[in-house]
């Protein structure tokens, strides 16, 4: 017996070995998990997941209900009350004496009816023409429209975001990588020039001109490897992950600002209808042709119809859910009809408001094209722009690499200064910084002039 029960308790003991070493491990894969990102899959991911983004599918669905929430105030109304009474006091009544026989000039005090009453109905009410509940359902359809509008700005604000994030970490990280080179570079040159010093064979100037470089340069990776951090963090906020998520990303800067060089997007025409200021634009011209409506639709009589049923009984004491209580019933069938006449102006007075906001309504829609039409050549200048200043400094950087592997020969012969190789350095540097940056700006710059057409990434 006591061998069975210790087999029990090492069965158990062992299954909760084997179910904590399972918990402990899938708690360690979710804190160790890495999120990989393509470009695309980053703003996928983002699209899913963005703060904005998810707010505004809320914004979309919060329309919707707006709309049936507009709709139902034309359709069957039920509505129903219970009250209940009970007059501590009751009122005293006084009637001629002549009518009990009494002298004339008297009255007898007399009460009327039960001290408790209750009274239970229902009424149904049927809306029959209200012009302003028309205005109202085109209204709502246009709310709708402008949520979706703005749904798509927002997904448009989000991809650019994305775009710009991602560009800034690998941006980060090449300048790591060649600031470490030129770091490892420098402090070979460092090393071989103190010896030269040391042994009397160079001066001391050339020695502190490095020293002055690689102050600079190790300066910069500092910077640049906390700015890694900062930027990595910011990519994960706008994708809608902990800052802290451990993310890394597949592509490199080279092979992804190569892959956005895409010159058939200068030769895309505009397609007014397809951007989304423009679309909001007219939104916003179409709120205000309905306010116009809606104006002009209260100036007509609306009519409603309701019934009425209801039940009421009376009583000395609360006794009404006794199956011996009497209650008598009532009915009513109605309309309502309601004619505005006379408004001393006030009615004309909105209208002719409503009409002023339609006609600047017209006129922001009219300076908003104009505005699209400038920012879509602009972003085309700014994009070939942009790819003639990457073709320009990818081949200045390799002009400055040459020549600072001239000088970098010319300094170890004695055949250049230390201010000579210091400024071929420092030139080089320049370039490099200049084509990281440039890659970037075609990023960047073909995102622009994407947003603007409402193309495809």
């Known amino acids: 017996m006591n061998r069975s029960k210790n087999i029990n308790y090492t069965t158990m003991k062992n299954s909760f070995l084997a179910l904590l070493m399972l918990f402990t491990t899938t708690w360690t894969y ?17 699209l899913e997941n963005n703060y904005g983004a998810i707010n505004a599918d809320r914004d979309l669905l919060d329309a919707q209900k707006q709309k049936w929430e507009t709709i139902a105030t034309g359709l069957p109304q039920i509505d129903g009350a219970v009250s209940y009474q009970n007059q501590l006091k009751q009122p005293v009544s006084l009637l ?30 049927q809306q029959i023409f209200d012009g302003s509940y028309l205005v109202g359902i085109q209204a709502a359809k246009t709310f709708i429209a402008y949520s ?36 490892a570079n420098l402090e070979k040159n460092l090393f071989e020039t103190q010896k030269l010093f040391e042994n009397g064979l160079g001066d001391e100037e050339s020695v502190e001109q490095l020293q002055i470089t690689l102050s600079s340069i190790d300066n910069q990776l500092k910077n640049s490897l906390r700015l890694k951090s900062i930027t990595l963090q910011m990519l994960n906020l706008i994708m809608g992950l902990d800052i ?20 058939d997007l200068l030769e895309e025409d505009l397609a007014m209808d397809k951007n989304v200021d423009f679309k909001i634009a007219a939104n916003l011209n179409q709120q205000r042709e309905l306010e116009l409506k809606l104006q002009k639709s209260l100036a007509l009589p609306t009519l409603n119809a309701f019934v009425n049923y209801g039940s009421t009984s009376y009583s000395d004491k609360f006794n009404f859910f006794s199956s011996e209580t009497d209650w008598f019933d009532s009915s009513v069938l109605g309309l309502d009809l309601h004619i505005p006449i006379f408004s001393s102006l006030g009615r004309s007075a909105k209208t002719a408001r409503a009409k002023i906001a339609l006609e600047k309504a017209k006129t922001q829609l009219s300076e908003t094209e104009q505005n699209i039409r400038l920012q879509h050549k602009t972003a085309k200048s700014n994009y070939l722009f942009s790819i003639e ?25 004695g055949l250049a200064s230390s201010f000579e190789l210091r400024q071929a350095q420092t030139q080089l540097y ?28």
């Open 30 to 46: 979710a804190q160790e998990q890495t999120y990989t990102f393509t470009l695309e899959e980053a703003i996928a991911f983002a």
């Open 389 to 413: 200043e990457y073709n320009t400094s990818k081949e200045n950087l390799a002009l400055a690499e040459r020549i600072e592997i001239k000088n970098e020969i010319k300094y170890s012969e």
């Open 430 to 457: 320049t370039a490099q910084q200049e084509y990281l940056q440039s890659m970037v700006e075609v990023i960047n710059k073909k995102t622009a002039l994407e947003t603007v057409l409402n193309s495809e990434l």
């Open 148 to 183: 979706k509008n703005y749904k798509e700005k927002t997904e448009l604000g989000v991809r650019t975001s994305v775009v710009e994030a991602y560009g800034n970490v690998l941006l980060s990280q090449e300048n790591i990588a060649i600031l470490e080179k030129n770091k």
């Open 96 to 125: 001629p004496g002549e009518l009990a026989g009494q002298e004339p000039g008297t009255f007898i005090p007399i009460v009327f009816g039960q001290p408790q009453t209750a009274i239970a109905t229902a009424t149904l009410k």
């Open 244 to 263: 802290d998520a451990p993310t890394t990303l597949s592509e490199n800067l080279s092979d992804l600002a190569q892959a956005q060089i895409r010159l």
